[in-house]
């Protein structure tokens, strides 16, 4: 496989991950609302954090890391749709705390990074797009070498990530300067409700 070709793969394969709605993505809005894009680069330093581990591991050990990761993704799924309803409950909590800015109290704090980290390894959706289809791309770019291979992927992949969550973030934030402070409470609901669906169907699906 060429460099070109290797990227072209990478990149076309990633945007069915990157650009997936998932819990990362909602988080995403709402500190985004708050913050602005800078919430966007901490969610997207967060993701980075466990993202990179996660293609050295598999590139390194692609079998044994695979059936490791397999055999734990009911127990990462349950933990993890617990956590998302839990980040839920914030935000419905944190509602009562809205400024004539629109700017939550204490929401300049750390949050966007450590719920990028939180959000990312708890969400097995992330992890079984790795272990299927993000599986391959590593597979592929191995014939550069282990080394080469995990730094020519996560290269390919990560900038996407970044210019998605940073953008989304943006937009968000711009929106909610526009709005009205009863629609945002009403924006922060629904986008409440959507983490809330996600983590039932994480919860669901790994007790069934």
């Given amino acids: 496989m060429e460099l070109g070709e290797l990227m072209l793969e990478v990149v076309g394969v990633s945007a069915s991950g990157v650009l997936a709605p998932g819990p990362l993505f909602i988080a995403n809005l709402l500190h985004g609302a708050r913050q602005g894009s800078k919430a966007g680069l901490k969610m997207a330093y967060g993701h980075t954090i466990v993202e990179f581990p996660l293609i050295a591991l598999l590139a390194v050990g692609i079998v044994s890391s695979f059936t490791l990761l397999n055999s734990h993704l009911n127990t990462i799924g349950l933990v993890g749709g617990v956590a998302i309803l839990g980040f839920a409950a914030f935000q419905v909590l944190s509602l009562r705390q809205i400024k004539d800015n629109l700017t939550l109290a204490g929401s300049k704090g750390r949050g966007p990074f450590f719920t990028g980290i939180v959000l ?4 097995p959706f992330f992890l079984v797009w790795w272990l299927t289809v993000g599986l391959k791309v590593i597979a592929d770019s191995l ?3 282990v080394v080469a291979g995990i730094i020519l992927v996560f290269g390919f992949h990560i900038w996407m990530d970044y210019v998605w969550l ?3 973030a943006y937009l968000s934030s711009r929106g909610a300067s526009l709005l009205k402070s009863k629609y945002y409470v009403l924006l922060v609901l ?6 809330v669906y996600f983590g039932l169907n994480f919860i669901i699906a ?3």
């Fill in 120 to 123: 990312t390894a708890l969400n």
């Fill in 143 to 145: 014939t550069f070498g």
């Fill in 166 to 168: 940073i953008g989304s």
């Fill in 190 to 195: 629904g986008l409440t409700g959507a983490l």
């Fill in 206 to 208: 790994s007790i069934t």
